[in-house]
Nanobody, 118 residues
């Protein structure tokens, strides 16, 4: 069974940092694009950052210059380094991966809570 497991969320003061991890496990042939999404209470889920298998990245304007997405293909793991956190970054953060198992699977993690206090 293929699954994505996020970790690293928590409570931090404004201006602080957190590092999220997303580990994929199971019978996986290949992981292509991966991404981090977030959903704040009462709001729609939004894209935070995307990374292709080759390492190309794309960020939401709201996190550019503060967040850094990366991945380790050998470990089937993705990271999100979040610096200069703001209260508006408070949300549940979800990991997403488009993978071949070998059929194409669009997988989601269960989410990890990030709370930034002012």
């Amino acid at each position: 069974q293929v699954q994505l497991v996020e970790s690293g969320g928590g409570l931090v003061q404004a201006g602080g940092s957190l590092r999220l991890s997303c580990a994929a496990s199971g019978s996986i042939f290949r992981i292509n694009t991966m991404g981090w999404y977030r959903q704040a209470p009462g709001k729609q889920r939004e894209s935070v950052a995307i990374i292709t298998r080759s390492g190309s990245t794309n960020y939401a304007d709201s996190v550019k210059g503060r967040f850094t997405i990366s991945r380790d293909n050998a470990k089937n793991t993705m990271y999100l380094q979040m610096n200069s956190l703001k209260p508006e970054d408070t949300a549940v953060y979800y990991c997403n991966a488009l993978m071949e198992v070998p059929v194409v699977l669009d997988a989601w993690g269960q989410g990890t809570q990030v709370t930034v206090s002012s």
